[in-house]
């Protein structure tokens, strides 16, 4: 029976993670949250590690415009910390499979990002984030698996599908940004994708490098919005569209996170299914923000 330690194991994916993962009941499953594990102490991240065949991680800071003011902080959770895993996992002779964000890219393309586009981060965040990126690279050229994901939304944290139905209980109108381009992922759709994705690596059909685990197609948030009042039966005219420069944040977002899907195929999977469908099955399942 193979070995996996996830961490981040409270978080929003870290949740969905072990609910997948614990449903098949075929694997040995560690499951650390941020009490049980400070992944930025090298000798605690060195224990943690040792005995496990596969660590997946999903321990991060996620805040992104608190970056802007502690990028030394975040640094030390989404790139020090990483190369700790990494490190610990070369040690072990263990794999990764280490979740990373689309902030790594700047966000001016006009066609999907592919897998081995030049990162070129616009805030903190992403700068934190690509540390991350080069240090599974650097430590675990052959057993290191990055997954970039975007526009994350699930049941286990706070989201922007959670936010819009919070505030279709309280507002009437909903001023959404509609300049902004990316694909809606819900976490737990993720989370499968992850664990097929673990499958592979532990039987050898997985190369090491970037994969890109975003939905498929893309929209706005306007649309997502609109999409999201629409399976809950509410009208979707009550979000009006607006632009990026009515909402100023402290971290610049890029204007266009839409991924591609390509190298999913060489590890035979497909790629994930359509935000939509996706987005459907959320709400379905009990979801309610």
């Not at 991240?45 to 999903?58: F, K, M, T, Y």
């Not at 321990?59 to 030390?76: F, R």
């Not at 992850?194 to 190369?207: E, P």
């Not at 935000?275 to 923000?289: I, K, Q, V, Y």
Request: glycine share 10%; with cysteine.
């Amino acid at each position: 029976m193979s070995r996996l330690l996830v961490t981040g194991a409270g978080g929003m994916l870290g949740r969905d993670l072990l609910a997948v993962l614990r449903a098949r009941g075929d694997l040995s499953v560690t499951a650390a949250t941020h009490a049980e594990l400070d992944v930025t102490d090298p000798e605690a991240v060195r224990a943690a590690v040792a005995g496990h065949d596969l660590v997946v991680n999903a321990a991060a800071w996620t805040d992104v415009d608190g970056a802007e003011t502690q990028e030394a902080a975040a640094t030390a959770v989404n790139g020090d910390a990483v190369a700790h895993l990494a490190g610990a996992c070369a040690a072990a002779g263990a794999r990764m499979i280490h979740v990373s964000t689309d902030y790594v890219f700047r966000g001016d393309a006009a066609e999907p990002y592919p897998e081995d586009a030049v990162p070129s981060p616009v805030n903190a965040y992403g700068r934190s984030k690509l540390a991350g990126e080069v240090a599974v690279t650097r430590l675990l050229p052959d057993g290191g698996h990055i997954v970039r994901t975007a526009w994350l939304y699930g049941e286990h944290g706070p989201n922007f599908v959670a936010t819009m139905l919070r505030l279709a209980g309280e507002r009437e109108w909903l001023d959404v940004v509609d300049d902004q381009r990316g694909q809606p992922t819900w976490s737990y759709a993720l989370a499968e994708r992850l664990v097929a994705l673990a499958d592979a690596v532990l039987a050898g059909r997985a190369a090491p490098g970037v994969y890109h685990g975003t939905a498929s197609g893309e929209t706005t948030w306007y649309g997502l919005a609109r999409a999201v009042f629409t399976l809950r039966g509410l009208d979707p005219d009550r979000i009006r569209p607006t632009t990026s420069d009515r909402f100023r944040r402290p971290a610049p977002r890029p204007a266009y996170s839409v991924l591609a899907h390509e190298r999913w195929a060489a590890a035979g999977l497909p790629p994930m299914g359509d935000w939509e469908s996706a987005l459907a099955r959320a709400l379905a399942s009990g979801f309610a923000g």
